[in-house]
């Protein structure tokens, strides 16, 4: 049975008898498998259940959820060296959760986001892209802290604009790994933010405090994908 019948069935058998935050809360879980594995399947899964809830309720939650499906599809791509579907999935990520601003702008989980996917163009498009790009990160990121300023994923974020800017531009890994410290304290179980730690320690030199945030993301998530990428040095 195609995926889209799945849904369609699931949503009409559904009617009033599941919570909203249930329904939502069933996407999140495909989600979640997508995001340790990062393969495609559960990606695509994800992405299709979030593009047919926000055609039926356009819930802020619903577009920031399909923006991180999308978000993690990028890396799955990039992985592969699908550059194009790479690129594609980038451009619906960042549609999706400028979506979810449109009707919340007040998400500082959102602004990080297109913080991030704007970090992305970056990576993507080249060194020409950091000119354009690069303020964008600055001031989305400025608006969550504004937001949200005990946020793990805002901390994460942050981290992120540290560890890749350039120095001329601000960048600090020094920084960075105060901030994703930050955000390991404030959320101790996301074995994402441990990832980025480890990464940033590496960046600066410090091996030991890199392989101990890996362990403790492998620890969290011995199915984390990103984490035994970072740990074979695939990831930089």
């Not at 979506?99 to 990080?112: F, G, P, Y």
């Not at 390991?184 to 074995?191: A, G």
């Not at 101990?212 to 970072?230: C, D, H, I, V």
């Amino acid at each position: 049975m195609r995926l889209h019948v799945i849904f369609l069935l699931l949503f009409s058998c559904l009617g009033l008898a599941q919570a909203p935050d249930a329904i939502l809360a069933d996407g999140v879980r495909l989600l979640e498998e997508g995001r340790t594995t990062l393969e495609e399947k559960p990606l695509t899964d994800a992405r299709n259940y979030f593009s047919h809830l926000v055609q039926t309720n356009k819930k802020p939650a619903y577009f920031y959820q399909l923006a991180r499906a999308n978000s993690y599809l990028v890396e799955s791509y990039a992985a592969r060296h699908e550059n194009k579907h790479a690129e594609q999935a980038l451009e619906d990520a960042i549609a999706a959760v400028q979506h979810c601003l449109e009707l919340d702008d007040k998400s500082a989980d959102a602004h990080s986001l297109l913080a991030n996917l704007f970090g992305r163009k970056i990576s993507l498009g080249g060194f020409l892209a950091g000119p354009h790009f690069g303020p964008r990160i600055v001031a989305e990121n400025k608006k969550a802290m504004d937001l949200a300023p005990n946020d793990a994923l805002v901390y994460a974020s942050l981290g992120r604009q540290y560890l890749y800017a350039p120095k001329m531009f601000g960048g600090d890994v020094a920084k960075a790994i105060e901030n994703f410290i930050k955000a390991t304290q404030l959320d101790p179980n996301s074995d994402e933010n441990f990832v980025w730690l480890a990464i940033a320690y590496r960046k600066g030199g410090d091996a030991p405090n890199s392989e101990k945030a890996l362990r403790q993301a492998m620890q969290l998530n011995p199915r984390s994908a990103f984490a035994k990428a970072t740990s074979e040095g695939s990831i930089r």
